[in-house]
């Protein structure tokens, strides 16, 4: 079975721009997290979904994030607009379970906004 | 505020010899806690995890310890290998709560050959 597939592996924008992250999680897994890697806070979450329907965005940064999951097997990231500061590596991640189910990462969409 | 911490943000270790990473955590309702190992350019996969029932957990090479009172948590890695140069990542949830899982900010393990 694939696992989480995220797109695009790398993206360099210009501060300003529209960027949108992809991300297809595992099959029959129920929750979808969308994490950011940074040096200061490591991995940090900042949206997760549980049957498609938002649970917590409490770690989304600003009103130019926003994530949407319109079906079980689908959610974008989108940053509107990108700033320097956005650059870091996003992960998204998928599971089956409330709150003891591993998680399965993807590898990730690195973002460069210049 | 970071509530899982991993205060060591690197490690080395000669090959053969024992490796400890420690991860600490503020919640105490965390009730269950995972160990993430990352490669270079690649998503965190999964090592091990222990509930909060538990003190102890071991699977091969790796065993996780958990002090509650302590609210601490450390992956020994016996005996290390090459192979185990990686990024390692504490995490932490409340499952009664949800699925929202914590993570630290990681801790790079260079094992010498």
């Known amino acids: 079975d694939a696992g989480v597939i995220q797109s695009p592996r790398h993206e360099v924008t210009e501060m300003g721009q529209e960027v949108t992250l992809r991300c297809k999680p595992i099959?029959?897994?129920?929750?979808l997290f969308w994490y950011r890697q940074t040096m200061m806070r490591g991995l940090e979450l900042l949206i997760y979904?549980?049957?498609?329907?938002?649970?917590?965005d409490s770690g989304m940064p600003e009103d130019r994030f926003s994530a949407k999951m319109p079906n079980a097997s689908f959610s974008t990231l989108k940053i509107q607009p990108s700033e320097p500061r956005d650059s870091a590596v996003y992960f998204c991640?998928?599971?089956f379970g409330t709150g003891t189910g591993e998680l399965f990462f993807g590898e990730g969409s690195r973002l460069t906004v210049l | 505020d970071q509530q899982v911490k991993q205060n060591s943000p690197s490690l080395s270790v000669q090959e053969g010899r024992i490796s400890i990473l420690n991860c600490d955590y503020t919640?105490?309702?965390?009730?269950?806690f995972l160990w993430y190992k990352k490669y270079p350019a690649e998503g965190p996969t999964f090592l091990i995890s222990?509930?909060?029932?538990?003190d102890k957990n071991e699977d091969g090479r790796f065993t996780v310890f958990l002090n509650k009172s302590a609210k601490h948590l450390s992956l020994h890695i016996v005996p290390s290998q090459p192979g185990d140069s990686a990024v390692y990542f504490c995490?932490?949830?409340?499952?009664?709560?949800?699925?929202?899982?914590?993570f630290g900010t990681g801790t790079s393990l260079t094992v010498i050959p």
């Open positions: 991640a998928s599971s």
């Open positions: 099959s029959g897994h129920n929750s």
């Open positions: 979904f549980n049957n498609n329907v938002p649970i917590d």
């Open positions: 919640n105490s309702m965390f009730d269950y």
């Open positions: 222990i509930s909060s029932i538990k």
């Open positions: 995490a932490a949830s409340d499952g009664r709560t949800g699925n929202q899982f914590y």
